[in-house]
């Protein structure tokens, strides 16, 4: 009978108004005679928020029932974005409560927005995992997320005097989206020692004490899915003093402020997301987080598990870990140390438990990105961790050289443990050991893995225990709700939205490539993204930009790799003919709008000298009366997942342009390419697999290809190199102090005239550079140029995180969706 007193349905415009009106007058406490957008923004979502936690706490209540294998995706970055748009895809009535909010005199648009972006993350990576479990509640899988709560997501960029300024992000003033569960809590332990003792069976085992303890909290987030009622949680841990640390007795002899530090020290571990895409290298915190969130995402799972009491056994049968990165390495000698030391299984019973249980996910081959742990770090935080790490290595080497007598370096090659001094910890390796699968983000990315950096762990374990899944993103936020015009078209074609649940059936629309009616409206949609982008430009850089111009957009995380610096010489290359030709040949010029976005970690300077040179650029073209439309330099000030949403369905071009063999995968190429873009890009990452789907014809691809990158490289030193020409005259206006102080760029431009050209910028110029010219004319002809992008959209259907986490689900998992049922 108690289920009839659930919360209040809305079905009407009329229902949904008094909701809000009673969340802003009740929950929020506030007069609705002064209810503002943010007031209108909380009380929407609280009136969703009703309706979601009904679904999950049913979700949760049939899962467990179920009692089918869970995936646990560790991952310390959820780009998350906002929620209240999705919320609303997923419950229904986006309509009622449109109308519902333009009755109480506001626009859904501005309420929308009102949100922050939940920002938990750096890039890539991070908003992969927002994909994956959003795909994950879609297709009903069993599944929790779980991270840290930040209290500082990822910082808010601002420019000034075309510098990077980084400020704080707190986000968490007030969130309706998550639910504190002071009844969760998990004590978590740091330092002290380990001592060895005979337990009542006579058995030595070894005891971790005398640590540090902090707590974990739990908050939760309800997960959505589309088209069903499964809502999954994303389980955030949050950093606090143990009772014991805020000590009464310390409190009360006077050492208040003693008392207080201890407290402030335990929440310093959950408090700042890392702005690195790479490595905060060796500190301390860092690592710290690492344990706790390990540590006390492994407890709760162990908890959960233990409630079935199932033999031990079972465990790889109920459980499947999935490491996004090396990142969550430590959950691998923390699982092992739970079931020997804690439950007291034996080593081996334990470890095939551990092995079984654990996939990991690697994300990149960039030798400096790869993550390593001095032994002195781990021994002094993580005494027992580094015993048992030693032993998984001991036991490891002792089978490698039982199969592999005669191969002499190949020990000291693949130990877990680097002889450098000091020691370090290779987690990647940690990784490969204790999962039984290994994967790379694309076919080419996973091919590299298995003949670089993991080439003698094939070797050992054979080619089976890798494998590939290609990257997808959810055609939820990134087609319907980035660009609801083109979603509306797709289905008035297809007859349903069925396609935001099956992404395949987008081929169907490859039918009205011809369709007069069709074609017009596909270009109209995205001019007027476009009309949108220039609005919005022009209100945050204060920039005026035609939108009949080819937009051109190049939005990432900043890194040399990632070569936004050959985009920028491309642009100077560009300003310098323009500013040559004849005023009859300018007629001629295609028109064009350069776009930038995006961070620097706060200590790479090559990135922050990047971001500089734009904006340097920006000033001079931006106000060069010669120049007028032909050519602008916009960058846009804090590239984030909300921007990236008014973005992607703008461009008509987007650049992917790293070094072949250093883009693992890109996801953002999907992006734009599902809205109606086209790419230049390099033969890298996922770009190959687009190639492949859409058809040669339909991209622009320049460049070296990976398999020569090491001979171009072994070239800047070992033979006579000529630079191109184009790049050097470049290279001498930025030098002759056009863009200002040339001594600012000075490094930017010697690591490619004197230190070797890493990234082979100079090698790719005059081809990426003809490519544009190709680009150009292409534009030109809008009629070829609509026929490319249209057939591009409708290929696109591999590239759904749906298929994507399929594929886990299939090859590395092993876990079947469980259905919804209409009662819980
Ligand atoms: C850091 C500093 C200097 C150069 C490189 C790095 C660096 C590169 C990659 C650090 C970490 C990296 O890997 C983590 C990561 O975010 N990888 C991204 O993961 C995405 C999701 O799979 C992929 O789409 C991106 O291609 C990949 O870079």
């Known amino acids: 009978a108690w289920k009839k007193f659930s919360v209040k349905e809305f079905k009407t415009k009329e229902d949904f108004e008094k909701e809000v009106v009673r969340h802003v007058e009740t929950t929020l406490a506030r007069s609705i005679f002064n209810c503002d957008e943010s007031a209108a923004y909380n009380g929407t979502a609280l009136a969703f928020r009703d309706r979601l936690v009904i679904e999950w706490n049913k979700t949760q209540q049939q899962q467990t029932y179920a009692d089918q294998k869970r995936v646990y995706y560790l991952s310390l970055e959820f780009l998350m974005g906002r929620a209240l748009d999705n919320a609303m895809l997923n419950v229904g009535m986006k309509d009622v409560a449109k109308d519902g909010l333009a009755d109480l005199g506001f626009r859904m648009e501005d309420v929308i927005s009102q949100e922050r972006d939940a920002a938990l993350g750096n890039g890539g990576l991070g908003r992969l995992?927002?994909?994956?479990?959003?795909?994950?509640?879609?297709?009903?899988y069993p599944a929790w997320g779980y991270a840290l709560r930040y209290r500082y997501g990822i910082f808010k960029q601002e420019i000034v005097d075309g510098y990077q300024v980084e400020v704080?992000?707190?986000?968490?003033?007030?969130?309706?989206w998550e639910f504190p569960r002071h009844d969760v809590t998990v004590d978590i332990q740091f330092y002290g020692g380990v001592r060895k003792i005979k337990n009542e069976a006579g058995k030595t085992v070894s005891v971790w004490e005398n640590g540090e303890i902090v707590t974990a909290v739990a908050y939760d987030a309800p997960v959505p899915g589309y088209g069903t009622s499964t809502t999954n949680n994303l389980r955030l841990w949050s950093s606090k003093a143990s009772h014991g640390e805020f000590d009464f007795t310390k409190f009360n002899s006077g050492e208040y402020e003693a008392s207080v530090a201890d407290q402030q020290r335990a929440e310093t571990i959950s408090a700042v997301l890392y702005p690195n895409d790479s490595l905060e290298r060796g500190k301390e915190l860092r690592l710290k987080q690492q344990y706790f969130w390990c540590a006390a995402s492994l407890f709760d799972i162990v908890r959960r598990f233990k409630k079935s009491k199932k033999a031990w056994s079972e465990f790889p049968n109920q459980v499947a870990i999935q490491l996004n990165d090396t990142h969550p390495t430590l959950a691998i000698p923390e699982l092992q140390r739970i079931l020997i030391d804690v439950e007291g299984l034996e080593w081996d019973e334990a470890w095939s438990i551990v092995q079984k249980t654990f996939g990991y996910t690697n994300h990149t081959v960039l030798p400096e990105a790869l993550e390593k742990w001095s032994v002195p770090l781990i021994q002094h935080l993580l005494p027992r961790h580094l015993q048992i790490i030693y032993d998984i290595n001991l036991n490891f080497l002792t089978y490698v050289e039982r199969n592999f007598p005669k191969d002499r370096d190949l020990l000291g090659r693949v130990s877990i443990i680097e002889e450098?001094?000091?020691?370090?910890v290779r987690m990647a390796y940690l990784a490969v050991i204790g999962s039984h699968k290994v994967n790379g983000v694309a076919e080419l990315h996973s091919d590299l893995i298995k003949t670089t950096i993991f080439k003698d762990f094939v070797k050992i374990y054979g080619?089976?225990?890798f494998t590939n899944v290609t990257n997808g993103i959810t055609p939820r936020r990134w087609l319907h709700q980035s660009n609801p015009r083109l979603s509306k078209l797709i289905a008035s074609k297809l007859g349903s939205y069925e396609f935001l649940s099956d992404l395949t059936l987008l081929h169907k629309i490859e039918a009205y490539v011809d369709d007069k009616a069709f074609r017009k409206e596909f270009q109209d949609i995205k001019f007027a993204n476009k009309v949108r982008l220039a609005n919005f430009i022009k209100e945050a850089q204060g920039i005026t930009v035609n939108p009949a111009s080819l937009f051109d957009v190049q939005v990432k995380r900043i890194h040399e790799y990632?070569?936004?610096?050959?985009?920028?010489?491309?642009?100077?290359h560009r300003y310098f003919e323009i500013k040559e030709?004849?005023?009859?040949?300018?007629?001629?010029?295609?028109?064009?709008?350069?776009?930038?976005g995006g961070k620097a970690a706060p200590g790479y300077w090559m990135a922050k000298t990047i971001i500089h040179l734009v904006n340097q650029v920006g000033k001079v073209v931006n106000n060069d009366p010669e120049i007028g439309d032909l050519l602008k330099v916009v960058f846009l000030e804090d590239y984030?997942?909300?921007?990236?949403?008014?973005?992607?369905?703008a461009s008509d071009i987007s650049e992917h342009i790293s070094t072949a063999?250093?883009?693992?995968?890109g996801t953002s190429n999907m992006k734009f390419v599902l809205n109606g873009g086209l790419v230049i890009g390099t033969c890298d990452g996922a770009n190959i697999e687009i190639t492949r789907e859409i058809g040669e014809e339909n991209i622009f691809l320049f460049g070296n290809l990976a398999e020569d990158v090491e001979d171009l490289r072994h070239a800047h030193f070992y033979s006579e190199f000529k630079m191109d020409p184009m790049l050097q005259r470049v290279f001498d206006e930025i030098r002759s102090g056009v863009f200002g102080d040339a001594g600012q760029f000075s490094a930017l431009v010697n690591s490619i005239v004197e230190h070797g050209d890493y990234y082979l910028v100079s090698d790719d110029f005059k081809s990426y550079i003809d490519t544009h010219k190709l680009i150009d004319e292409a534009y030109k002809d809008q009629e070829t140029w609509l026929t490319k992008t249209i057939t591009s959209v409708a290929r696109m259907g591999f590239f759904s995180s749906d298929r994507c986490i399929d594929e886990y689900a299939e090859m590395i998992w092993n876990i079947e969706p469980v259905k919804p049922t209409s009662n819980g």
């Open 129 to 140: 995992a927002a994909c994956f479990l959003d795909s994950l509640a879609t297709l009903n």
């Open 168 to 176: 704080p992000d707190y986000w968490l003033d007030f969130n309706p």
């Open 420 to 424: 450098s001094q000091p020691k370090m």
């Open 463 to 465: 080619p089976d225990k």
């Open 562 to 572: 990632k070569r936004q610096q050959l985009n920028i010489f491309g642009v100077i």
């Open 581 to 596: 030709m004849s005023p009859a040949e300018r007629k001629k010029v295609q028109p064009r709008v350069s776009i930038f």
């Open 640 to 649: 984030n997942v909300s921007k990236a949403e008014i973005i992607c369905p």
């Open 661 to 665: 063999g250093t883009e693992a995968s």
